[in-house]
């Protein structure tokens, strides 16, 4: 991969750019790739889209999502492309976790995060998921037992189905992911928790809760190399007005909140996600949910700590997170709600078979014939069932531009979605003696405002839109001071604060989106201003004095 994004900056010299964010503990580059027209301006000025992916290790075609999206960018031949790149910039970071992905590329198993060990975790008992048999595929395990909670379909031998009540004709089993144990007795072995359990996503500042509470979250928020540097190198672009971290698993567009209700979003904020997520459900199909509200793993948890949480709820930016690939989808189930269709098992044996047989046609060899093994801990076992990681986890690689085009497509809507500013008009009127009254009207044409969020206005972290008089020996400035603070300017998105949102019966103020600064000067020749807007990047002008 890095050798790919070092030919496409070789490539695309007056587009690409290649930096290191940081190093991962074993020693590989955090690469960020920005593209923008550089003819047209430096990346820094321009109003951005932050792209990552494979915070999870075996999420991979998240990187390939980054990937789609670099090579389209610089596609001579895409005009929409080329045109949005004058005015835009895209920051992709398509590895998070470079030793994860590496680890689950050179092993096949299946790993959270990163190959270190989880910290404070003094496990005598460890599972491993990893390949046991050699043949290159992690795939699942079962073990012939009395007390086992599973028993094979009776429409496919292949699939399990969980034990009913009062079910006592076995053979029954205990299923494991394809791996080795090791300080487990041969006669009970228990999944402990993985030894390589960090969680990047339990990591990040906003809610963060220790280990303890929750598994993965590290001693202490951004204690890891890899989400330090990424979110050091996000704070470093305060241009940023969207952010998109790809993951896998199930096809959903995930929104803030993680831990509260709708109703204690900014109702601008949650109306925004709303309308920004119905475009990315049409260019994916994927539907957009609150994990609060639509996505919760547990019903008495929540989790914290994660990036999209963070990245809303302290830098006030609209951010997402998109898992990647539903297969029931393709199988043609209208799925709205994924978590409880693919990972809670709520789904027919009728509708898994339909699956399977989906899965035979289009992907074969995704799920396996079980076959006895000797395996070195438990003594014998089967071999078999899904090859989850590359027929649920990530498309099968037939599918994956596919699945990549319709993210890309998302992520360009993004750029036009983020706050951007113009400069709709200036004069300057002549007062005599050589005074005159220079005034600039500024524009936000973006759909989000300036501060991206309303949640980003509140907590200031975005600068308000300042217009710039640039003082020079032939222009003296009488009245106001050279910097002229215009707040933040709404975007499009702001009708959805007023009370009647239908047209049929909207009145609302709709001009928030326009500010003007204005100075006295003395002086002749010209003057130049500089509109530094926040989130919507610098526009510049020059006003003859005439
Ligand atoms: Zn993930």
């Known amino acids: 991969m890095k050798d790919w ?103 096949g198993a299946p790993l959270r995060s990163s190959p270190r060990e989880t910290h404070g975790l003094r496990a005598k008992e460890r599972f491993e998921p990893g390949d046991v048999d050699g043949d290159g595929r992690v795939l699942q395990m079962r073990v012939v037992s009395d007390s086992g909670a599973w028993k094979a ?22 299923l494991y992911s394809e791996g080795r144990f090791s300080g487990s007795h041969r006669e009970r072995p228990a999944v402990p928790r993985s ?21 993965g979250a590290g001693p202490y928020p951004l204690s890891h190399p890899e989400t330090r540097a990424q979110a050091d190198g996000l704070l470093a672009r305060p241009r940023v007005g969207a952010l998109v971290t790809y993951h896998t698993y199930c ?11 709708d109703t204690a979003i900014d109702p601008h904020d949650l109306a925004a996600y709303k309308a920004v997520g119905a475009r990315g459900t049409e260019r994916t199909g994927y539907p957009c949910l609150s994990v609060y509200e639509g996505f919760r793993y547990r019903d008495d948890d929540v989790i914290t700590g994660g990036f999209d949480d963070w990245v809303y709820n302290h830098l006030g930016v609209l951010a997402f997170t998109t898992e990647i690939w539903s297969l029931p989808t393709h199988v043609g189930f209208e799925v709205k709600d994924p978590l409880r269709f693919n990972f809670k098992g709520d789904r027919t044996p009728e509708q898994t078979l339909q699956i399977v047989a989906w899965c035979d046609a289009n992907a074969p060899g995704s799920v396996v014939p079980w076959r006895s093994f000797e395996h070195p801990d438990l003594g014998p076992v089967e071999l078999g069932g899904w090859d989850r990681m590359w027929i ?131 002086g002749a020749g010209a003057v130049d201003v500089t509109i530094d807007g926040a989130r919507g990047g610098v526009a510049r002008c020059r006003i003859p004095l005439e």
């Open 195 to 215: 030894r390589r359990g960090t969680d990047f996503n339990r990591n990040y500042p906003s809610g963060w809760r220790p280990e303890a509470q929750q598994e």
């Open 392 to 522: 649920w986890q990530n498309p099968p690689l037939s599918f994956l531009a596919a699945e990549c085009e319709g993210n890309h497509l998302f992520a360009m809507d993004l750029a036009r979605t983020v706050p951007r500013i113009v400069v709709r008009s200036s004069r300057a009127q002549d007062l005599g003696s050589e005074t005159w009254r220079v005034e600039v009207v500024v524009e936000n044409v973006g759909y989000l405002p300036t501060s991206s969020t309303s949640r980003g206005r509140t907590q200031k972290t975005a600068e308000p839109v300042r217009a710039t008089l640039e003082a020079t020996e032939s222009v003296q400035i009488l009245e106001g001071d050279a910097s002229f603070d215009l707040g933040h300017l709404d975007g499009a998105s702001a009708v959805h604060a007023a009370t009647f949102v239908d047209p049929t019966f909207f009145s609302g103020a709709t001009r928030s989106t326009v500010g003007v600064a204005q100075w006295i000067i003395r």
């Open 153 to 174: 379909s009776e429409l496919d031998d292949r699939i399990l189905t969980p034990r009913k009540p009062g079910d006592t004709e076995g053979p029954f089993y205990d």
């Open 251 to 261: 096809g959903a567009i995930l929104r803030p909140s993680s831990w509260e209700p």
């Open 5 to 107: 994004l070092e030919r496409l900056r070789s490539d695309h010299p007056g587009h690409v750019e290649l930096e290191s964010l940081g190093t991962s503990p074993e020693g590989r580059d955090i690469l960020l790739a920005t593209v923008t027209d550089h003819s047209t301006g430096p990346a820094c000025d321009k109003p951005a889209v932050w792209l990552d992916a494979n915070t999870h290790a075996a999420e991979l075609a998240g990187s390939a999502a980054c990937l789609y999206t670099l090579d389209r960018l610089v596609d001579p031949d895409d005009a929409e492309a080329a045109e949005l790149l004058k005015t835009h910039a895209f920051f992709v970071l398509p590895r998070v976790s470079p030793d994860g992905a590496e680890h689950v590329l050179e092993t």
